[in-house]
Nanobody, 120 residues
């Protein structure tokens, strides 16, 4: 049974940094491409960053050069290092397994997410 547990969010001033973690279970993590998504109230969930099993990455244009996605297969965990944060990065952040060909989430199940709030 898939479980996704996001953590690491919080309140930070603009220009600050946060590191998000997503611990997974119920899947063979090393065989899965993973993605970080974010969602603001009333808006659709959007892909922020993705990473393949081989370590190839993709980023939303709005976060390129500021965010870095990484993975630790030994810990079944995917990370999102967020630097130079902006108020517009304020959202709830989620992770999920993704389909590599289009980076869409593979499962309808989502964890509880982690709130990131950036003050100006």
């Amino acid at each position: 049974q898939l479980q996704l547990v996001e953590s690491g969010g919080g309140l930070v001033q603009a220009g600050g940094s946060l590191r998000l973690s997503c611990a997974t279970s119920g899947i063979i993590f090393s065989l899965q491409s993973m993605g970080w998504f974010r969602q603001a109230p009333g808006k659709q969930r959007e892909l922020v960053a993705g990473i393949t099993t081989g370590g190839s990455t993709t980023y939303a244009d709005s976060v390129k050069g500021r965010f870095t996605i990484s993975r630790d297969n030994a810990k079944n965990t995917v990370y999102l290092q967020m630097n130079s944060l902006k108020p517009e990065d304020t959202d709830v952040y989620y992770c999920n397994v993704v389909r590599t060909f289009n980076w869409s989430p593979r499962y309808d199940y989502w964890g509880q997410g982690t709130q990131v709030t950036v003050s100006s």
